[in-house]
């Protein structure tokens, strides 16, 4: 059984510029959590400082209760912001080169890069210098890295970005891969679709504190549902007062009501009714925030 990774009271400073304030969350063995947040939210400050590469003022990251430390850090694939290749020195002899640093014997870092420069669809190139691939390209590299010495760990910083749809769906499979392997995957992205389609959960973070925590759809279902109506004539502003109506936006052209409904407090049908007596109904529609709008919400 692989360890949580477990981020505890993390607090950074730069100067006068507060860039993690408590920041506290875990990562349980087995799960794809998504870390999202607005630039210079602290995500990047959160990732370097769970690697080790860069100190806390306060606070500590631990694998269960071992402290991540020289050992621990053996145990954890990171692709970096900054990605951190040698442009001039070829795609195998450098994934070879870190995984030896990681320990593995020679023979078993070629089979590793083999086995993951063809994974990743760039096993043509391992003859290339980095600097000649593309950014893509040398961004499947990248992620090759932070696999070749089999982690029990990943963190990745942005690993979408700049990535074509085909290598999107590849880095995706991997990423539920290893998380079905049993291992905690954490990674950072502004595509909120693709967090939202792939995670089993998410933080989002704001000026270097989490505003939200939790499963994706607890999260979305938590801001209430949506029910968009089209047909009663809005003029007459027909849901205000409702009980159960948190909010309603009407769009006079299309003759819609978009409602915020506590599910709680009212059922879709009473609205429906209601709605019914306002006019003939067109379009009755129901769903929940997307992670997008849930997000522009949070870091309001
Ligand atoms: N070395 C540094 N010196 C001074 N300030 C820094 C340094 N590194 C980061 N910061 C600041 O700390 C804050 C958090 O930055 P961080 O890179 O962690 O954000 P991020 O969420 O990863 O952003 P992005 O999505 O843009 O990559 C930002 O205001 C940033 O300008």
């Not at 590793?112 to 669809?121: I, K, P």
């Not at 549902?225 to 936006?249: F, I, K, M, Q, S």
């Not at 407090?265 to 769903?287: E, Y």
Request: charge should be negative.
């Amino acid at each position: 059984m692989n360890d949580p990774l477990i981020i505890d009271g993390l607090h950074k400073r730069y100067g006068d510029l507060i860039a993690l304030q408590d920041m506290t969350f875990q990562v349980a063995p087995g799960e794809l959590f998504g870390f999202v947040g607005s630039n210079g939210a602290g995500k990047s400050t959160t990732m370097r400082i769970i690697l080790g590469v860069l100190a806390a003022d306060a606070g500590r990251v631990t694998l269960g209760d071992r402290p991540i430390d020289l050992r621990t850090r053996r145990e954890i694939g990171y692709m970096p912001e900054e990605r951190g290749l040698y442009p001039k020195m070829k795609v195998g002899d450098q994934l070879v080169f870190l995984a030896k640093l990681h320990g593995l014997s020679t023979s078993a870092a070629e089979d590793s890069m083999r086995h993951w420069t063809a994974r990743l669809g760039i096993d043509q190139r391992v003859g290339d210098d980095v600097a000649d691939l593309s950014l893509g390209n040398q961004q499947r590299v990248q992620l090759a890295a932070a696999l070749i010495h089999d982690p029990r760990v990943l963190v990745l910083d942005e690993p979408f970005s700049g990535l074509d749809p085909v290598a999107v769906d590849v880095m995706s499979d991997v990423l539920k891969e290893k998380a079905a392997e049993g291992i905690p995957v954490i990674f950072s992205s502004h595509q909120l679709d693709l967090v939202q389609r792939l995670c089993d959960r998410v933080g989002i973070v704001s000026r270097g504190q989490m505003r939200a925590l939790g499963r994706v759809d607890d999260l979305r279902a938590r801001d209430g549902v949506t029910l968009e109506v089209a047909g009663p004539d809005v003029t007459t502003r027909w849901a205000d007062g409702l009980p159960g109506v948190l909010g309603a936006d009407y769009d006079i052209e299309r003759r819609t009501a978009a409602l915020r409904i506590d599910p709680d407090q009212v059922d879709d049908q009473t609205i429906l009714a209601t709605a019914l007596r306002a006019g003939p109904v067109h379009r009755f529609a129901r769903s929940t925030p997307s992670l997008t709008e849930l997000f522009r919400e949070v870091v309001a």
